[in-house]
């Protein structure tokens, strides 16, 4: 499962979240409260912070392998996977037409975004409720109510609030 993870550091520089997020790894056999296996920064909830949409950004989009970008399926695709054959000619399914498809998640661009001062993080910023906070002091808060968001907000104002994909 995919879940939105704020994480709290002075700067919001990688190294910091990176510590903030160490002493939850499952892959770590000492773990004592093991909550991750994998994370990137932004990820799937990239945008959270300011509503931004990675799906706007023309760098987040690859050619599409399966009509080679012609938006159309061609041959040459239908004789690598035969379930493409009554398509050819016809529009992409895979890019609906377009020639080029979304990165995955993991690939987005890096988004500035992504790193807020927390007092410019108000309930009304947020895209949604983040499934965790991990505090300025790192404990681990899975949130109930956009109220909580707040709280913890206002109790840490001094820190920078990134986003983090988690993954278990
Ligand atoms: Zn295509």
Not at 68 to 97: D, N, R, S
Request: net charge negative; charged share 25%; hydrophobic share 35%.
């Amino acid at each position: 499962m995919h879940f939105s993870v704020l994480v709290m550091t002075r700067q919001g520089l990688d190294g910091q979240i990176a510590r903030q997020l160490d002493k939850f790894d499952e892959n770590d056999p000492s773990c004592t409260n093991p909550k991750w296996d994998w994370w990137v920064i932004g990820g799937g909830f990239s945008g959270m912070l300011d509503g931004y949409d990675p799906r706007t950004n023309p760098k987040n989009y690859k050619p599409c392998a399966y009509c080679e970008a012609t938006g159309i399926t061609t041959e040459a695709v239908a004789e690598k996977h035969p379930a493409y054959k009554p398509h050819v000619g016809k529009t992409c399914i895979q890019c609906l037409g377009s020639g080029k498809r979304l990165v995955s998640p993991s690939e987005l661009e890096p988004h500035e975004g992504d790193h807020r001062a927390a007092i410019l993080v108000t309930r009304e910023s947020l895209s949604y409720v983040p499934y965790a906070i991990i505090d300025l002091a790192g404990q681990w808060h899975e949130i109930e109510s956009s109220e909580e968001v707040e709280e913890i907000i206002q109790n840490n104002l001094a820190s920078v609030v990134s986003v983090v994909d988690c993954h278990d």
